[in-house]
């Protein structure tokens, strides 16, 4: 028992030994001294200053490059920068890469590529919406500009995706978004930690083609330096990257303080909104969380290597011995490598120390069943934990097949867990896209078995559903297995990109509504801190927002130069901050040393609680309204003047055209009644010439029977009178008297119309008469200014009595048909006048219509205006028609109407009562 006590202690003492020789041996590199530099180390930017290098701004603010011995310049790149020539000539020590640095070494450059900042790559290209340019494979035969590109990860992508130089129209890149939006082009390439959101801030909807998606995963940004200067500066190169490194994990973790120190040390021209959204992508670049800021993987450069190859940038690749720096950490592991047989002939010792340990095996095999079955109580309460967890949890093998996964992932796939394990994920999962693409990121976990994080994927349930995943692949090792699997470990973020994306969307349209608003516009904090302005006051005041913000509102220029508003504007201030809306007519003082009044206004901003956050300024610029009312209040003195004496001059004009008006009323009753006696002058010569031939037939008939009766006396007297005489005498006798009496039987009815229609004309009071009657006996009367002419004239009324004006009635169809026979007609061709009618209910429509030229256009407004005629000159007066519509609408109580088109003729539609009765009472026929 004694000796198996004493090689029970010596088991742990050789043991100690070896590991204490191991760790001396391991820590045979020892710790140097920080460096001492004598001058600067300079690092060449990639670009101008902008938070794409906010870890080396936070390791110089925070003075982690002091705290190593170490000075830093860092140095803008202007364009036309060949960072890499810089570092190899000497001109800086460092400089920013990125994969294209493994092109420069297989070019025989001197490169050291120190350790990489973005583990992904920010080139992508970018399409408009509206193209429908989504994916790769739409590039073929568009217009792309590439040519004479060496953004490797694009071409990666286009030739895994199998498309060709020729099957695209390359066009050299211009560094222009505006060469995409007015469709000068198809594709540009693009930062995606940039470039979008300026397309995005002009409200422009875009595509990103992201190499990420389809496996294609570069480095992006990386620290390197020459090999000369590493080989002679080792210390130097691993104090550098070591604060560098620090300084990055600052700023991805305090980045509105990065932003600040950027906008207000380093001059950047970005805006702050460019700022965040390029701080706020490069988190998803560089995974500061997840990844070591520098980690590098040499299986993933060497895979960056094939696919240069693949794409024809490189014919064949070089060792990268010399290509990746080894840190100090490293080198310590290669050390005890060196030493690793001695430790190993120590390990035998210990080994064979350790055989004693077989006499307690019968001990330790019951401690390990013991121990088993803890184990599998254990393993059975992680199946619970991980059941109960909300998130998608599962592992597959190479070929893809489940050999983990919880209740989430199987509910997903709409399977239970039993059904799922050991079966092809591409075979249960809905989307065959999808899962392309989630086995091309497992392969490259595989491959380099290094982790790689998706920050948004698309993933389809089996119930239909899209949602979005942030997914993290990691390379896992089964405990009942050797082989090589991938963890993956999702988390359903569909609500929150959705309300990202409605946060972005609101923050958007805020800048883009204060930023462009015409007003002035600024945001204050409590005490009156200038927090942000927008262009307006910045454009106005001819300022940049770096001289103004943070600083107290009334030592702005614009009130800087007034002392008592200043203290004016701190008591606003005091009161606006306790709730109170404060406003004031202000005048600045400008630049130019011309002034501006400003409409001002003070306001507190408050959340859903009440709760004052920040105070609002805003202003109106109201100088040229101001000017303008002065000016405004000089003309209204003016025109106080100018209108006492125009009201005067008014006056008299009023006096005077009241004057002239009463005259025209006067000449144009005058005028009417002219026109009515010319009208019945007309008349009674048309019946004295009508009366005159058959007056005349009367009398030679009379005086031929004169002379026949004479002839008779004489032959009478002589006692020559025979028989035959006689009866001539009486044959002639009865054929004269029948010709008088026809004729003057017809010149009493023509005395007779004329008689009637005269009165009527004359008369002022209605009658009873029939309609048809009437107008026949009007037509008689009218009938010698038309019987020399080949017009057809007919009356179509009907045969009905009313009570009205036929005197009016008379002076309307006189009217209408002299302006058919004076106008309608002017080539002299045979026309059809048709006067006719009808009644509804009490009201008659008489109508009235010819065949003739019809009516312009023009002269529709103006046909019952006074004076108005197209026979100006000719005999035309312009007033029968204005004296039918008075006739119509003031003496019949009717309305007329009328239809034409030239070449059509005119119809006349007159509307009026059958019974119109003079003022209230029913007149009766008085005959």
Known sequence: MGRRASETRLIPTLTATAIFFGLMLFAAGGNAAPPSR?????????????????????????????????????????????????????????????????????????????????????????????????????????????????????????????????????QTLS??????????????????????????????EINIINPLTYG????????????????????????????????????????????ELIRLKYNSQRSLGELRYEAETMQRLIFPKLISVGSMNRKRWE??????????????????????????????AETFARWMPYMVIAAGLIVAAALSLLLFNRRLKRGIDKRTKELNRNRESLRQVIDLVPNMIYAKNREGRFILLNRTMAESLGQSIEALTGSIHAHVHPDTTQIIQMQADENMVLQTNFPKVVMEEPYLHADGTLHWLQTTRLPYIPADSDEPAVLILSVDITKRRESEAALKSSAERFSAIFNQTYQFSAILSLDGTLIQVNEAILDAFEVTSEHILNKPYWETPWWGRNESMQTWL??????????EVVRKIATHELASGSHMVVEFTLKPATNEEGEILFLIAEGRDITSLKNTEEKLRHLNEQLELRVAERTRNLEEAKHELETSLEQLHQTQEELVLS??????????????????TPLGIGVTASSFLQERIMELAQKFDTGDLKKSDLKRFIDIGKESSTSILTNLGRAAELIKSFKQVAADQSSEQPRKFNLREYVDEVLL?????????????????????????????MQIITNLLVNSLTHAYPDGSSGRMIMGGEVKKDMLLFTY???????????????????????????????????????????????????????????????????????????ENPA
């Not at 009367?781 to 009016?808: M, Q, V, W």
Request: net charge negative; aromatic share 10%; charged share 25%.
């Open 675 to 692: 026109e009515k006696l010319a009208a019945l002058g007309g008349l009674v010569a048309g019946v004295a010439h009508e009366i005159n």
């Open 216 to 259: 294609i995963d570069f480095y992006g940004d990386c620290l390197f330096t020459s090999f000369p200067f590493a080989r002679k500066n080792p210390e130097l190169v691993e104090q550098f990257a070591k604060a560098t490194y620090k300084g990055w994990v600052y700023a991805m973790t305090h980045t509105e303080e990065i932003i």
């Open 570 to 579: 701190k008591q606003a201030i005091k009161s606006a901050a306790t709730g």
């Open 849 to 923: 219509s010819d065949d003739g030229i019809g009516l312009e256009k023009e002269a529709e407004d103006k046909i019952f205006e006074p004076f108005y005629t197209t026979k100006r000159g000719e005999g035309g007066t312009g007033l029968g028609l204005h004296i039918v519509f008075n006739t119509v609408t003031q003496t019949l109580g009717g309305s007329i109407q009328f239809e034409s088109s030239p070449g059509e003729g005119i119809k006349y539609v007159i509307t009026m009562p059958l019974n119109r009765s003079h003022g209230s009472e029913e007149q």
């Open 781 to 809: 009367s009218l009938r010698p200014k038309y019987k020399r002419t080949t017009h057809s004239i007919e009356n179509h009324c009907p045969d009905i009595e009313l009570f009205s004006y036929p005197g009016a009635i």
């Open 175 to 204: 560094r222009s978004l505006d060469d995409l939006i007015n469709g000068e082009t198809d594709a540009i390439p693009a930062y995606i930690t940039d470039q979008p959101y300026r397309l995005q801030l002009m409200e422009h």
């Open 303 to 332: 895979l960056i290597g094939e696919a240069y190859k693949t794409i024809g940038i490189i014919q064949d690749t070089h060792p990268l011995d010399d290509f990746i720096y080894i840190s100090k950490d490293r080198r310590r």
């Open 38 to 170: 004598t001058r600067p180390l300079l690092v060449q930017l990639k670009w101008t200053h902008q938070f794409q290098f906010a870890g080396y701004y936070a390791a110089k603010a925070k003075g982690y490059y002091e705290e190593r011995g170490i000075d830093v310049i860092l140095r803008e790149s202007l364009p036309g920068t060949d960072v890499t020539e810089e570092v190899l000539a000497g001109r800086a020590d460092f400089g920013i890469g990125d994969s294209r640095l493994l092109l420069d070494y297989n070019q025989g450059k001197p490169v050291v590529v120190i350790g990489a900042i973005f583990q992904h790559s920010p080139n992508v290209i970018v399409t408009m919406a509206s193209s429908g340019i989504k994916v790769p494979r739409d590039l073929r035969g568009k217009r792309v500009m590439l040519k004479g590109s060496t953004v490797a990860p694009l071409w990666a992508m286009l030739a895994q995706q199998g498309i060709t130089r020729d099957e695209m129209v390359l």
